[in-house]
């Protein structure tokens, strides 16, 4: 469940138009509900199946999507850091030994 709440919190951050947009969400004992905005076409992999291979213009486009979604994710990743911890943490996350 832990992968599903990081995919919420990174949708209800997200202010992008190349990423899809949260609704809402809600959860029972056993399911997250994620309720995101309808976008004609559908996915990737299903694409993969209909045309079974794509160009390499087409293999261009979408892996540059996906790196500006890494990146996107990246940056919220940092910007989360900072607004957590204070100063004395790495961008890692590691606590930082100040030698004086």
């Known amino acids: 469940m832990r992968h599903y709440s990081a995919e919420r919190d990174v949708l209800s951050k997200a ?10 969400s809600f959860q029972d004992e056993a399911h997250l509900f994620l309720v ?6 559908g996915d990737l992999m299903t694409l ?23 990146i996107f994710i990246w940056i919220l990743r940092i910007q989360k850091l900072f607004t957590e911890f204070s100063s004395s943490y790495s961008l890692c996350g590691t606590r930082l030994y100040h030698s004086f």
């Open 15 to 24: 202010d992008s138009p190349w990423v899809v947009q949260l609704t809402a």
């Open 36 to 41: 995101m905005e309808f976008l004609p076409g």
């Open 48 to 70: 993969l199946i209909k045309e079974d291979r794509l160009t390499e213009e087409a293999s261009k486009f979408y892996l540059a999507e996906m790196a500006y979604v890494i």
